[in-house]
């Protein structure tokens, strides 16, 4: 009875695997490297409570090799080199099978004491972690390993191991256990996709329910309760942190006002306002920019507001901003045209400075032309006049291009208006 539930009721088999059918159902890839024996160095990644290390162990246990386990939190180059050495006994004879989690958190020196031993065969090394391996994993040994990306349960796939750990609880117990309508869909729904998260909260429930000796009733007020907030997977330096900013600003990008509020509230139910309010500060001048020019000073208001308020209140001016930015037209004119002109700084095509731009301009004794010959724009008719302002090396460069919603093409044509009045100006000498 000391053994938690989830490890209790963990699947043996495939088949018995909640999820993942992208890569374990009948014939797919996962399944028959698994069900060949011919096992791969591989690294499996995604959310915690998914299947990782559930698969894992099915692996180990359909195979003649010598099992070890690792946890990246704790290992150290000493419990790798035990490992390794482990091979050459009469154990280890089948080979070395390492199930190392959380390989995140290794530091480089350890992960490549890995190297040698996982490419001559002698350690077969199964990886998990819960954040990218392609920003987590040294190169090396990720270019040893086959990547499976475990994806997050829905709730209808979770439900029925609820109603498993149910029935388990119930002959641990002694007694008979009574959900109340809902109770296992909401436990399933509000644990996120999580199986083992999910499984601990209705043993919680469990063990907390009204018994009489005969009969344990799980109410919906407990099973709320016991499963308040267990629906947020959010890590503020992980993943999931940057996925959902990312999901935010590419929903608001693409006008869609509804799920960007769901992202947001994501956010705001982690307590996460900062990174909120600096990401919509950077869509408005990204993806509204020109095309609505004071939905940043709206947005910085609404910003200024939130953080002034806190939690709750702050959620309403964010509304505000996140509702303005989605529904507004859309122009990137303005980051198209910086990153432009900084793709021609990075090149190093930079030149010199037009003599009559320069702050103080010195003539040498040979200078054909004397003088800066600077032209003051507010002289001229419409405070504009043509002359050059690039270097001669870009000097016909063109890297801001006007975009076609109403604001940007109202100053295309003001612009084109001053430069016609110019020419005929020029035209009547």
């Known amino acids: 009875m000391n053994t938690p539930l989830a490890d209790r009721i963990r699947p043996q088999t495939l088949d018995e695997v909640v999820g993942q059918q992208h890569i374990l159902g009948k014939g797919r890839y996962l399944r028959r490297i698994i069900e060949s024996g011919n096992i791969p160095n591989m690294i499996f990644y995604g959310p915690p409570g998914v299947g990782k290390t559930t698969v894992a162990g099915i692996i180990a246990a359909n195979t003649n090799m010598k099992l070890h386990k690792l946890n990246g939190t704790s290992a150290s180059v000493s419990d790798i080199k035990d490992v390794i050495a482990d091979s050459a006994t009469i154990d280890g004879m089948n080979g070395v099978l390492l199930y190392l989690d959380e390989i995140q958190y290794l530091n480089k020196k350890q992960q490549q004491s890995l190297l040698e031993y996982i490419e001559d065969g002698r350690v077969t090394l199964i990886a998990s972690t819960t954040e990218n391996p392609y920003f987590y994993v040294y190169g090396a040994l990720l270019s040893r390993c086959a990547v499976f990306e475990f994806k997050t349960v829905t709730a209808a796939e979770v439900v029925p191991a609820v109603e498993r750990a149910f ?10 256990i009574r959900t109340e309508k809902g109770v296992c ?3 399933a729904m509000g644990c996120g996709g999580d199986v083992r998260k999910s499984v601990s909260v209705a043993e919680l429930c469990a063990f907390g329910a009204e018994n009489n000796g005969i009969e344990a009733i799980v109410t919906m007020d407990e099973a709320k309760t016991l499963t308040h907030r267990s629906n947020m997977r959010y890590d503020k330096s992980g993943d999931q ?9 590419k929903s608001i990008r693409g006008s869609d006002e509804n799920a960007a509020l769901y992202y947001a509230a994501r956010l705001i139910e982690a307590g996460d306002i900062l990174s909120l309010c600096r990401r919509l500060l950077v869509i408005a001048a990204e993806d509204v920019g020109l095309a609505y020019p004071t939905a940043v000073t709206v947005t910085k208001a609404c910003v200024d507001s939130a953080l002034q308020l806190g939690l709750p209140e702050a959620r309403i001016p964010l509304s505000q901003a996140i509702i303005l930015l989605a529904t507004s037209p859309k122009s990137n004119s303005a980051k198209l045209a910086i990153d432009a002109a900084l793709e021609d700084v990075r090149s190093g095509r930079c030149g010199d400075f037009p003599r009559h731009l320069q702050n103080k301009h010195c003539d040498s004794a040979d200078a054909e032309i004397k003088g800066q010959h600077y032209l003051y724009p507010h002289d001229y008719p419409n405070h504009y006049v043509s002359q050059q302002y690039l270097p001669d090396e870009i000097k016909d460069r063109v890297y801001y291009k006007f975009g076609e919603n109403k604001t940007e093409q109202a100053a295309f044509a003001y612009r084109s208006a001053v430069l016609k009045a110019e020419l005929e100006r020029n035209k009547k000498g």
């Open 185 to 187: 869909d909401y436990i």
């Open 241 to 249: 942190h940057y996925d959902i900013l990312s999901a935010l600003q």
């Open 167 to 176: 029935r388990i609880l119930a002959s641990d117990m002694g007694v008979k």
